[in-house]
Nanobody
């Protein structure tokens, strides 16, 4: 099994900053891309940002220039620095990873349980 543990959500006023972290653990043979997704109330889950094992990043247009995704600790930890927060950033943020478990035949998608970010005026 591969576990993804998120931390760092909370309350923030518009214009403020928050940082989210995700740590991958378990029987990991290879960790490929990792990313953050979010789901606002009544909406579908959407991509926020992704980062490959080589450090190539991709951002949704809605967060580009405000959010920064990073990986470190041999690629097993990921952060999302969120600046200039807006009320529309309010959502549950989920950590995602594409990984292969030790002795597994194929890669799989893994998800964390999510962490709530609330931006309020």
């Amino acid at each position: 099994q591969v576990q993804l543990d998120e931390s760092g959500g909370g309350l923030m006023q518009p214009g403020g900053s928050l940082s989210l972290s995700c740590a991958a653990s378990g029987r990991i043979a290879k960790l490929y891309s990792m990313g953050w997704y979010r789901q606002a109330p009544g909406k579908q889950r959407e991509l926020v940002a992704t980062i490959t094992s080589a450090g190539v990043t991709n951002y949704s247009d809605s967060v580009k220039g405000r959010f920064t995704i990073s990986r470190y600790n041999h690629g097993n930890r990921m952060t999302l620095q969120m600046n200039s927060l807006k009320p529309e950033d309010t959502a549950v943020y989920y950590c995602n990873a594409v990984a292969r478990e030790i002795a597994a035949q194929s890669d799989m998608d893994y998800w964390g349980k999510g962490t709530l970010v609330t931006v309020y005026a």
